[in-house]
């Protein structure tokens, strides 16, 4: 039996993944160790890979079929666009892509004014302007902190995750339109789908299962 190999987005996401893993009886006792500067982590029971990887090189690996699986967020899927297929939705992450700004530019975006708009998401911001609202903006791509481009006037308004909302409300700005939910999800090399389609079909039905659980035990 080949490895498969997983590629998990660093943080708190890799670490919600190994949660819902274990309730599946797949383990990395490696992994828990905070000390160590390993890279790659093995089950040899299992034949089970894993490694952290920044989230936006996740699609990059698993496209390449450097990693057969990778575990990364909606936003990150949509905004690389890599050739890889989505398979669950693993319900945690939860949170929206939205416009935001002050209340002022909410005019702005009914009269379809050419306003710029500022965003760690170039491609998902330029597909809801473009296509789906059919609104020519200019987008200015910054890496982090988009809050303040609006505060400093660098754009009208800015395209961003959103999830409590509490940067968005401490620095007077709100969601003034919302592009999309986001949330973890698992993602497949084309060719390992094919070539391991019993195991990681497998992965996927128990992973399921486990969701549901958890929904039903949220319901009661
Ligand atoms: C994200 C996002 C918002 C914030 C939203 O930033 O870009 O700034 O979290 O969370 P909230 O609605 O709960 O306040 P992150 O902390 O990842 O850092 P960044 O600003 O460097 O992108």
Wanted: with cysteine; aromatic share 6%.
């Amino acid at each position: 039996m080949r490895y498969l190999t997983f590629a998990l987005g660093k943080g708190r996401l890799a670490k919600q993944t190994l949660a819902i893993f274990e309730k599946i009886g797949i383990t990395c006792q490696e992994m828990k160790d905070k000390d160590t500067r390993k890279l790659i982590f093995v089950n040899e029971e299992l034949k089970l890979k894993f490694f952290l990887a920044k989230g936006p090189d996740v699609p990059t690996y698993v496209e390449y079929g450097a990693a057969d699986i990778g575990v990364v967020g909606k936003d990150t899927i949509l905004e690389e666009a890599r050739n890889i297929y989505e398979v669950l939705d693993l319900g945690f992450g939860r949170c929206r892509m939205c416009v935001c700004g002050p209340k002022e530019a909410q005019k702005l975006l009914q009269h379809r004014e050419l306003i710029r708009v500022a965003t760690k998401y170039p491609r998902i911001a330029k597909d809801y302007f473009y296509n789906k609202k059919h609104q020519t903006v200019e987008i200015i791509k910054l890496n982090g902190s988009i809050e303040l481009a609006p505060i400093v006037g660098l754009s009208e308004v800015i395209v961003d995750i959103v999830e409590t909302g509490s940067t968005l409300r401490e620095n007077g700005l709100g969601v003034l339109e919302e592009v999309c939910p986001l949330s973890a999800r698992m993602v497949v090399n084309q060719v390992s789908m094919k070539m391991e389609y019993d195991r990681i079909s497998r992965l996927i039905r128990d992973l399921k299962e486990v969701l549901e659980r958890n929904c039903k035990e949220e319901v009661s």
